[in-house]
């Protein structure tokens, strides 16, 4: 089995951090190969655009969809979007390690599924991608009570139809941090238990499961 992950957060002490640790030498050691892209780190542009493609035609109307389709025929991505989808089609799961801003993914990380979920590619007519599975490992400012804890996972289900059931890919419950700055010492280290158990439940034990089981 082959696991991308996929980190966006701009400090390495945060949580997020210890969370993509956790995952990454939990993973391994059950010997699951692990490619990493950290966003932030490599400085990844989160603008889709004209510089996404080489030689797009100078006559032609620039549509992000129709360049990026054009571009996957031509072979004319960018090094950064080609290695990224090399990444994905060589995997069966990809991680996503984010904090929940405005109830949404970061911007590195909504970039990186606008350049690199591309049409042709990952969704479409034809696309080269076959669906793979997703699973977000994700912090959240807190929840309080049980009416906040189902609003957060609401929002949260909703983040993965608009992607990733869209594209028909398998989605893999995700693991919730909520209010980390809140907790003790004891506490967080908890929480990275709690999320390797997670990996081992819903990555690795999963993936040994016969498919009619």
């Not at 780190?41 to 030689?55: R, S």
């Not at 109307?61 to 960018?78: E, G, I, P």
């Not at 990186?112 to 591309?118: A, F, P, Q």
Request: net charge positive; aromatic share 12%; glycine share 6%.
């Amino acid at each position: 089995m082959k696991v991308h992950l996929v980190v966006a957060h701009p400090e390495k002490n945060s949580f997020n951090f210890a969370l993509h640790q956790t995952a990454i030498k939990a993973l391994k050691n059950e010997r699951i190969t692990v490619n990493v892209t950290d966003l932030y780190t490599e400085k990844f542009n989160p603008a889709a655009g004209h510089c996404d493609v080489h030689n797009f035609p100078a006559e032609e109307y620039f549509s992000l969809a129709k360049a990026q389709r054009w571009a996957l025929k031509n072979n004319a991505f960018v090094k950064t979007i080609k290695d990224e989808q090399g990444k994905l089609m060589s995997s069966d799961l990809l991680i996503l390690q984010f904090p929940l801003w405005w109830w949404s993914f970061p911007a590195v990380l909504k970039g990186w599924i606008d350049r690199v979920l591309t049409s042709g590619f990952a969704y479409g007519k034809g696309s080269t991608l076959a669906p793979i599975k997703v699973m977000y490992s994700i912090t959240t400012g807190g929840a309080n009570n049980k009416e906040e804890l189902e609003y957060y996972q609401n929002k949260i289900d909703v983040l993965y139809q608009d992607v990733f059931g869209f594209i028909g890919w398998e989605i893999v419950p995700a693991f919730i941090a909520h209010g980390v700055q809140q907790k003790t010492k004891d506490e967080r280290t908890k929480i990275l238990k709690d999320y390797k158990n997670h990996l081992i439940k819903q990555v690795v034990t999963s993936s040994l499961e016969p498919i009619n089981a």
